[in-house]
């Protein structure tokens, strides 16, 4: 695909059609500016880029879209981004670094979000057990009674300490088994 050479307006920039969806995207560089790009697609996105090569990698940073970025503006961006790679600072680096701490924070909220609780995962526990174990009422039983004070709790809140408590509270009253066994139910 060629790349339309011209010096960038942005009366030129408003005028120029978009692509049909066989030609799919047209391509303009600047002439005053040579790294700028001007690229248009069919379905109507216009987008300057800067376009460079960074040790030996070629990178289109997108610097915005043409009707809310002048041409002056992209190119002040522009002389800024290339001043910053002169200086040894990688704008993609940048940028993926503060896309991957967005991330990390979307999934540790979507993660905090679809958690269960202990009440839910005891009651898909019993669920299942009911198929597989012929001593499934028991064990949700003794699961229920001591361990009441865990069901509204998120699953990683739970901490050995809880698990402690609830086996100190039945060796206490000398049920030795039932304590192991209930260690058992819960891991």
């Known amino acids: 695909m060629p790349v ?3 010096e960038f307006t942005q009366s030129a920039l408003n005028k120029i059609q978009v692509p049909t969806k066989e030609e799919k995207i047209l ?10 790009l001007f690229i248009i697609s069919y379905t109507g996105f ?3 880029y800067l376009g460079i090569n960074i040790n030996g990698v070629y990178y289109r940073i997108k ?4 009707p809310d970025l002048t ?23 940048e940028r993926r670094k503060v896309n991957k701490e967005r991330r990390e ?8 979000k679809n ?11 019993t669920e299942y057990s009911s198929l597989y174990h012929k001593s499934w009422k028991r064990t949700a039983e003794r699961i229920k009674i001591y361990a009441a004070f865990l069901y509204n709790k998120k699953i990683s809140e739970i901490t050995k300490e809880d698990i402690q ?23």
């Not at 391509?27 to 700028?36: A, C, G, S, V």
């Not at 503006?73 to 993609?92: C, F, S, T």
Request: charged share 35%; glycine share 4%; aromatic share 10%.
């Open 4 to 6: 339309t050479v011209f």
């Open 27 to 36: 391509k303009f560089r600047d002439l005053i500016q040579r790294n700028l």
């Open 46 to 48: 216009r987008r300057l």
């Open 63 to 66: 610097i915005g879209g043409s």
């Open 71 to 93: 041409v002056a503006e992209a190119r002040k961006k522009i002389q800024q981004l290339k001043r910053d790679i002169a200086r040894g600072i990688n704008p993609m680096d």
């Open 105 to 112: 924070k979307r999934e540790k909220r979507l993660k905090l």
């Open 115 to 125: 958690e269960l609780t202990f009440g839910q995962a005891h009651v898909k526990y």
């Open 165 to 187: 408590k609830i086996f100190d509270e039945i060796t206490a009253r000398k049920h030795y088994v039932t304590a192991l066994k209930f260690i058992l139910y819960i891991v």
